[in-house]
């Protein structure tokens, strides 16, 4: 899975957001909402299952749930049109191919907030 970053500006502030290469709309909206907001908790879970210390595992969050197990995770939001079909809401995507995709997101939003914070500090100076 690829993807890439777009920056733009919401309510004042500048931002990024992950744009997958393919064409996913729930791993797409999930990566920039709860993963952006909980990617320590999800990272952790991925770890655990992928070194095999736990079967499975997926926390809740603001608008998903998901279960990860070793080969396959499956993410499924929990805001959608009472008669929307299963795949506008669900996806289930390979485990150690999305950590991939997650350890450089989550690098990527690291290294936007660290070139923020310090341009902040430049411009109070």
Request: charged share 40%.
């Amino acid at each position: 899975m690829n993807y890439h970053v777009e920056e733009y500006e919401m309510f004042g502030e500048k931002r990024i957001d992950a744009v997958l290469d393919c064409d996913n709309p729930v791993l797409q909206v999930w990566l920039n909402d709860d993963f952006r907001q909980f990617r320590k908790w999800y990272m952790d879970d991925f770890k655990e299952v992928l070194e095999g210390k736990k079967e499975n595992g997926g926390p809740s969050a603001n608008m998903s749930v998901m279960d990860i197990d070793k080969d396959k995770t499956a993410i499924e939001l929990l805001f959608h049109e009472d008669d929307a079909k299963d795949e506008e809401y669900k996806t289930v995507v390979d485990t150690a191919e999305l950590y991939e995709l997650l350890k450089s997101w989550q690098h990527d939003l690291r290294s936007f907030k660290a070139k923020k914070s310090a341009l902040e500090r430049k411009f109070k100076k």
